[in-house]
């Protein structure tokens, strides 16, 4: 296996960090579909293992869904939300399971109250639930026991709910989590591979924009398009 070094920042990790880096001036993807085809590239040597992809919705099934189809590996879903500041939506707080298992942002959790995070937290597991039900029409998970699970998402800035769904999966003890990221924060990249047996990343900016800096084009996506790509994965 080729480990080509991140160009900003040493490996500090036994973990294995393989980061597939550009000229900065062409760190943007077509599309979704453009990004999901090149991490499929770079994932090759999991064709043929025993392996469950898992995308994270709504944005990262795309990505998910050309991966498993290159792979030719099953798909499922892991459903973790994002819980944002108050009057900063954008920015993560928290992140939260389907369960109602939750990790935060230990610098900004000593401000908020416990009634609001409350109150937020139950919001989000009621919209992840709604959303497993939506695109999988309440199917029970796929056993990744002992397989390799490879965790995707369209991109990431702080990696809480990468995270969170990484300890989500480890509770299903798959016998390796691979997560694979087209584009990623250099601070989410040293939370993630604390966490991965094997982090995959396409870019590592030096200075990090929203994810869809990094898109030429970057709609959001709708539950009707997940419902499709689902059921054209074989799992819906």
Not at 6 to 13: A, Q
Not at 80 to 88: E, F, M, S, V
Request: hydrophobic share 45%; net charge neutral; glycine share 8%.
């Amino acid at each position: 296996m080729i480990i080509l070094h991140n160009l900003f920042h040493p490996l500090k990790s036994a973990r294995t960090l393989i980061i597939f880096q550009w000229q900065i001036a062409s760190m943007r993807f077509k599309d979704r579909v453009d990004a999901g085809q090149m991490l499929a590239a770079a994932l090759e040597n999991y064709r043929g293992k025993d392996t469950v992809v898992y995308a994270l919705p709504r944005g990262g099934v795309i990505l998910g869904y050309q991966i498993a189809k290159a792979l030719n590996t099953p798909l499922d879903l892991i459903i973790t939300r994002k819980i944002g500041y108050p009057g900063n939506p954008e920015c993560a707080l928290c992140a939260v399971s389907e369960e109602g298992r939750m990790i935060c942002d230990k610098s900004g959790i000593s401000i908020i109250s416990d009634d609001w995070l409350k109150s937020e937290a139950q919001k989000e597991m009621q919209e992840a639930k709604r959303r497993r039900e939506t695109y999988l029409s309440g199917r029970r998970p796929l056993s990744v026991e002992g397989k390799v699970a490879i965790v995707v998402d369209d991109g990431v800035a702080t990696g809480l709910t990468l995270l969170l769904a990484v300890q989500v999966l480890r509770d299903r003890h798959p016998g390796k989590v691979v997560v694979a990221v087209p584009v990623a924060s250099e601070d989410a990249v040293e939370k993630l591979r604390a966490v991965a047996d094997e982090l995959v990343v396409l870019v590592v900016p030096p200075y990090f924009e929203a994810v869809g800096a990094y898109y030429q084009q970057f709609p959001q996506l709708t539950d009707e398009e997940v419902v499709a790509l689902m059921r054209a994965s074989g799992k819906g």
